[in-house]
């Protein structure tokens, strides 16, 4: 799977994501990095990435058609509960069911949306 990552995902989440088989490209270190949302979402849509992110702004574009989102809300995040909440979503859903998708992992609970 095609996975695009934020500055805010630890890198032992893109680390076991790489181990687990998927093309993941995190934008930290980059010139993306601290890109205006609109820009890293055009990348995100040309590249057919699922976006993994910490920025709930990103819940405006799940009306829009998209290879998914994975957003992580956390009330006191750290990056191990970072990492939980991602490798929990990502093995609560199957590759093939990301596309237009959008999930929101909480601390206690999770929704989800998709586009249609």
């Not at 910490?54 to 990492?83: A, C, M």
């Not at 590759?95 to 929704?111: I, K, P």
């Amino acid at each position: 799977m095609n996975i695009l990552v934020d500055e805010n995902i630890p890198n032992l989440t893109v680390s076991e994501l790489r181990s687990s088989g998927h093309d993941v490209t995190d934008i930290r270190g980059t010139a993306k990095q601290g890109l205006q949302d609109e820009l890293l979402w055009s990348f995100c849509l040309t590249e057919k990435r699922l976006l993994i992110t910490t920025d709930k702004g990103f819940v405006r574009y799940r009306n829009e058609p998209h290879s998914g989102i994975l957003i992580v809300r956390l009330r006191q995040p750290n990056e191990e509960r970072i990492h939980r909440a991602v490798m929990t979503a990502m093995r609560d859903f199957r590759a093939d069911e990301w596309s237009g998708l959008l999930v929101v992992m909480r601390d206690t609970v999770r929704s989800v949306t998709r586009f249609v």
